[in-house]
């Protein structure tokens, strides 16, 4: 996609503005900031961008800006935000019925920054908009981003608490959109059937063979179990299975098709895969972060 930038900088004397390049290292391997800013905009103040390898996000402080972007308009008061892909074509400005926008914002990207995004397309419904409230700490987290970026840190230094900073300022977003379901509203059958996954995590068992174990249609249950555990139950199963392969990659000397057997997998070059899917390592290179383990902790299976 080509890039296309048009701005109008109208913003009063007291804005900030910080840019970073980040090491290729952590532009690897590490969440970073390429700029960063807290503007006092005026009436004139807009941004139209498209093609851009970075997210964007800013947080109102008070006045009120419009954002266009995926065919529709939304406003962004106080207590809000917008979270954007600026691959994609965006329009943003100052609400002429407000004719200001005091807001705090960042532009960022690494290896974990599109989870996260799409965490946050989730829980919204694949809107850009969030509701954080005034007392929100995501506001002192990106004033936080701000500061650091300002000081004169070694870059080593400076990169790594930015992707601490970071990763605090997206999970406390993700927290004000969320909508958790309280472990008291979770049906009873819904704990006894992540219970038994749990407890079998070894043994295959198809979606209409768990359904008639606990009295319940297979698209029923599909559906219940993902709405309160947010994975359906073959994906749960996966996850279990995973968890215990890495102990016992850590701490046992079997070979990865033991393991794989162990832990209920059939196709040992299935679980390779789907491990590595899962870890972005094979089980051979999980394995080779932890090579002292294996000697000093009691071998299990």
Known sequence: MAQ????????????????????????????????????FAEPGYYTTREGFDSYLLKLTVSGCGLLDYGGRQYRVPPGHFFWIDCQNRQDYRTDPDAGNWRVLWVHFYGGAARFYYESFLHQTGAEPVGSLGRSSDAYETLRQILELHSSDQAQAEKDLQSALLLTRLLTQLLQCIAKPVLPAQTPAIMEKIRA???????????????????????????????????????????????????????????????IAYAVGFENPGYFSRLFKRNEALTPQEYRRLWPNMQTSLPQKL
């Open 4 to 39: 296309s930038l048009e701005y109008h900088l109208d913003i009063a004397k007291e804005s900030r503005w910080v840019f970073h390049t980040a090491s290729s290292g952590a532009r690897n391997s590490l969440l970073f900031v390429q700029e960063a800013g807290e503007f």
């Open 196 to 258: 038994y996954l749990t407890q079998t995590y070894q043994k295959n068992c198809t979606l209409s063979e768990l359904g008639g174990k606990f009295g319940l249609s297979p698209c029923y249950l599909q559906r219940q179990f993902k709405q309160y555990y947010g994975q359906s139950p073959s994906e749960y199963l996966v996850f279990q299975r995973i968890v215990h392969a890495k102990e016992l990659l850590r701490t046992t000397q079997k070979s990865v098709s033991e």
